[in-house]
């Protein structure tokens, strides 16, 4: 599930463009309020830069929390291509800690230890080599 605190409407259309050239659907994806979540989620990772200042909804009670830190690129001025880089780049560092979440088994592991990796996690390098 996909959600923020101050949802805007509409997904980005550098961002449904990026991931249409992925090869990712985005159909039916749209954005929301963390309030219009269906289920309480188990983790609750943020991403943009500011939101590990963000004090959470107390509804998300024992969510395990992490904070991935990436530059929201909607925010870069610049000519087409820098903005076009800035996506890309987004995406390489999401999908790399998204990747590296996936690789975990989780089933029957410590939420002490969970929190250590995705903290890890957070913290790999946004050094990443994208390809265009």
């Not at 979540?37 to 943020?46: F, K, S, Y």
Request: charged share 25%.
């Amino acid at each position: 599930m996909s959600a923020g605190s101050h949802p805007t409407g509409q997904v980005h259309p550098r961002s449904v463009a990026l991931l249409k050239q992925k090869g990712i659907s985005t159909e039916g994806y749209y954005s929301k309020s963390w309030d219009d979540l269906p289920a309480l989620p188990d983790i609750v990772i943020t991403v943009c830069s500011n939101a590990a200042a963000e004090t959470c909804p107390a509804y998300l009670g024992d969510s395990l929390r992490a904070h991935w830190g990436v530059d929201d690129p909607a925010k870069i001025i610049g000519s087409e291509e820098e903005r076009d880089a800035a996506f890309e780049h987004a995406y390489a560092i999401l999908r790399n800690r998204v990747e590296s979440f996936l690789s975990l088994v989780t089933q029957d592991m410590p939420n002490a230890y969970l929190k250590k990796e995705l903290d890890r996690i957070g913290g790999l390098s946004d050094d990443i080599t994208t390809k265009t």
